[in-house]
């Protein structure tokens, strides 16, 4: 069991040049490993899933994405649609390339649910129109459609503090509508959540790359997205995603089509490797998170 | 006995040694009443004896009775409805005042907040670390300290100085003086807030001043607020001391009945002083709770 299983790589759509191309990309911080040299291109039209242990480099690895962390073989080894995240200022263009959700979904707790779903518009929108917008909120209907799509309309003057974890994320989630990224990452997005709200999360989490519907704009663009999310739970896995990346020690353990994810590798990605194998991984892993 | 108390409480042991602090204070503060009691009984010219003599107890008596209107000429101003027009227009006076002086402080430190907070200059809320944005701080955190240092009684004395008395000289020296206040207690409730809101919003491609205009400014507004308001009950009762340098408002005029002997004047002058000071207590209560969000 503890050898490692060939790479192999997830559905292919039939695009020549990936959107997404990682080339050997690293990220040390002092003594600790947070990356190591790793290969990765992903398509436009992949969903793919990051599991792993903590500490596995998934983080870093979506950071890097982000353009939130800088590779130690600098910028260029990170690129999405023939950019390097981690050289654009913020803006329009970052805004519109790369997008994060992250496990606690960052709200401003003391602005209305309205103010936190156009904030997603903030890379777009000029200084002026953003200062505007906190009188009269400039797209309004934009972000009252957004809200509708993920189910609560009726939040919309609330204020996050008051929401629940659930109502949190689809505030989070229709933030990330308003903005509109190409590549939509989410890190453990649902590990916060009970099954139910995790099932509900996660296909509007992957509403926003699959489906027009999904965006403010309905552009027509979701067969050039991506999402690339991390989280432990091969059902979730298996139902919503096309690709699963396994991460162990900062490098690629496994890379397989979603559907072929079962428990006998998950087990084995997790294994603490001293007599803690039987133990039901992902049950323990998931209530720690949570 | 000090040399004793210091080997005692030598930490030998967490617990122990704090113990043994505890004790050693009760000890100091009793002697410390001792010493102290002993300084004033025994020095002639403390003027504690006065408190003890029947002349003195007469004096007040005295007071309050003229307070109440004995002794007085002519009808009592409680019961002319032009008197009471007339103070109650100063107590306005005074009320603008006030409003005024927590105007200048409250405009002041709203837009010095950010820029005298820490986290906002060093770039750890958004942007990166600059040199103006260091040297801002650093300008910003001396004129808080310099504008809190002084007194509002010094900053009106200064300030009747080249303005003409009146209510502005008073709510200038009391916005200056609330300015340092509020708005050092404001930037360190931004220095304390949860960065990850703000790292949120950049990475949906804000610049620095939008995280600072939807990530920070919301989070800080309702404690400024509620900052603006306590503040607001100290100044109604500090406005009556500034008033007293020719500054206008209830303090003006309480100090010249005063020099006129009026005491009747001065006693209805006081009750329109209470009553502004719990109209504004109650108002200010009132206003703290509806900004308290979440």
Do not use: C
């Amino acid at each position: 069991m503890s050898a490692v299983r060939p790479v192999r790589t997830g559905e292919q759509v039939a695009t020549p040049e990936p959107l997404i191309t990682i080339k050997s990309a690293a990220k040390v911080y002092g003594n600790n490993r947070g990356l190591s040299p790793l290969n990765l291109a992903i398509h436009a039209g992949e969903r793919v899933a990051l599991v792993g242990p903590s500490g596995s480099g998934k983080t870093t690895l979506l950071r890097l994405l982000a353009g939130a962390l800088v590779p130690d073989e600098g910028p260029n080894s990170v690129s999405i649609n023939g950019k390097s995240p981690a050289n654009l200022k913020p803006g329009r263009e970052l805004a519109s390339l790369v997008g994060i959700v992250s496990q606690r979904f960052d709200l401003v707790p003391h602005l209305p649910v309205m103010h936190n779903v156009l904030a997603g518009r903030l890379g777009h929108w000029s200084l002026a129109r953003s200062i505007l917008s906190l009188v009269w909120p400039m797209e309004r209907r934009a972000a009252q459609q957004a809200l509708a799509r993920v189910g609560i309309a009726d939040k919309i003057n609330e204020r996050p503090g008051r929401l629940s974890g659930g109502e949190q994320q689809r505030v989070a989630i229709a933030r990330m509508m308003m903005q509109s990224p190409l590549v939509v990452l989410a890190d453990e997005p649902v590990a916060s959540l009970d099954p139910a709200r995790a099932e509900e999360g996660m296909a509007l989490l992957v509403g926003l790359v699959h489906s027009d519907l999904g965006h403010a704009n309905g552009d027509g663009r979701s067969s050039e997205r991506a999402l690339i999310a991390s989280l432990h739970t091969a059902s979730l896995i298996r139902r919503h995603f096309t690709r699963v990346v396994g991460l162990r020690d900062s490098r690629v353990h496994f890379d397989l089509p979603a559907g072929e994810l079962d428990d006998a590798v998950l087990d084995e990605l997790y294994d603490l490797g001293d007599g803690y194998g039987d133990v039901e991984p992902l049950a323990g892993l998931a209530a720690r998170d949570g | 006995m000090e040399r004793t108390g210091i080997q005692q409480s030598r930490p030998t042991g967490g617990q122990r040694a704090r113990f043994n602090v505890l004790r050693w204070s009760v000890y100091a503060a009793a002697l410390l009443v001792v010493i102290a009691w002993a300084f004033i009984l025994l020095d002639g010219n403390s003027g504690f004896g006065d408190l003890f003599r029947e002349r003195t107890w007469q004096n007040a008596g005295g007071f309050i009775a003229s307070l109440a209107g004995q002794g007085s000429d002519g009808p009592s101003p409680f019961v002319q409805a032009a008197r009471w027009r007339d103070t109650g227009r100063l107590a306005l006076n005074t009320l603008a005042m006030s409003i005024l002086a927590m105007g200048i402080a409250g405009a002041g430190a709203l837009v010095l907040l950010m820029p005298g907070a820490r986290n906002v200059s060093d770039g750890t809320l958004g942007g990166a670390p600059s040199r103006t944005g260091a040297l801002v701080y650093g300008a910003v955190r001396i004129l808080y300290t310099l504008t809190r240092a002084i007194p509002e009684l010094v900053w009106a004395m200064l300030i009747v100085f080249f303005l003409s008395p009146g209510i502005i000289p008073g709510a200038l020296a009391l916005g200056i003086h609330n300015l340092g206040i509020v708005g050092r207690l404001t930037s360190e409730v931004v220095e304390n807030l949860d960065p990850a809101p703000a790292r949120a919003l950049r990475a949906a491609g804000a610049s620095s001043p939008k995280v600072l205009l939807y990530g920070v400014f919301p989070q800080a507004l309702p404690m400024f607020l509620t900052f603006l308001m306590y503040r607001w009950e100290v100044v109604i009762r500090t406005t009556v001391v500034v008033g007293f340098l020719n500054a206008g408002g209830l303090g003006r005029e309480f100090r010249l009945r005063m020099s006129w002997f009026h005491y009747e004047d001065v006693a209805l002058l006081l009750v329109w002083y209470l009553l502004l000071v719990i109209a504004v207590d109650i108002l200010s209560a009132q206003l703290r709770r509806r900004v308290r969000w979440d």
